[in-house]
């Protein structure tokens, strides 16, 4: 074998490793990205070749041959394929925040393909979506916390309320909110007392909010 054919064998061996690593490499990068792997950015199913729109997105991202992370809040929002949902609500991440080697998020089987108009969401499910990233009841600050600490929540529409604390044991300690609220963000202290007007003893408290169909509960530590 000449010199010459040995060289460019090797070289093509590299360049073509090269470019399986960085395809199954980049898939990794987005959220869900195994369900479509190289079709997430290639026309042709199997990779390579023509980029589509969500490709040349992701392309126009990164260095040639790199491997930077590239999914960000920007990304999730462009509609690269033109089919009416954003890259984010395609792939379960409306809102951009994934990072490379999280757990993925949202249902996998929802999951539609960023770079194919044909594959779309079912817009039932991106309303839901939208609607429950919007619900947050947020951490207490301070926390560990004395004498008081305050407790804040969004809801996206108007909701019936309540938002109680609970003692480790899981009793009703106090009721903090209970009524009808518009859409917004809310925030209320918690003074340490009960629903007597009673001091409660240091320890963990749960406070818990219900609204609609939302509900979460966190930890705070009352210090004495
Ligand atoms: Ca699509």
């Not at 470019?19 to 290639?42: E, Q, T, V, Y």
């Not at 609607?131 to 926390?143: I, Q, R």
């Not at 001091?199 to 609204?211: C, K, L, N």
Request: aromatic content about 10%.
């Amino acid at each position: 074998m000449s010199k010459a054919l040995k060289a460019a064998l090797i070289l093509s061996f590299f360049v073509s490793t090269t470019i399986l690593i960085s395809r199954g490499f980049r898939a990794s990068k987005i959220p869900n990205g195994n369900k479509f792997d190289c079709a997430n950015c290639h026309v042709n199913p199997n990779g390579g070749g023509a980029r589509n729109a969500f490709g040349q997105a992701v392309g126009a991202r990164v260095s040639p041959g790199g491997f930077e992370d590239f999914w960000d809040e920007s990304l999730a929002n462009l509609d690269s394929d033109g089919d009416g949902f954003t890259n984010g609500q395609e792939l379960q991440d409306p809102s951009g925040t994934w990072r490379t080697g999280q757990p993925n998020p949202g249902d996998i089987n929802l999951v539609t393909n960023p770079g194919d108009p044909n594959s779309k969401p079912d817009p039932t499910s991106v309303e839901d979506m939208i609607l429950s990233a919007k619900y947050e009841l947020h951490n207490n600050y301070p926390n560990p916390f004395n004498p008081s600490t305050r407790i804040s929540f969004a809801i996206p529409r108007n909701e019936f309320v309540t938002l109680k604390i609970y003692n480790i044991k899981g009793q009703e300690v106090k009721t903090l909110v209970r009524g009808n609220f518009p859409a917004g963000v809310y925030q209320f202290e918690w003074n340490g007392k009960d629903d007597n007007n009673v001091d409660v003893a240091a320890g963990v408290y749960i406070y818990s909010i219900s609204a609609g169909h939302f509900n979460k509960s966190a930890r705070m530590i009352l210090l004495k």
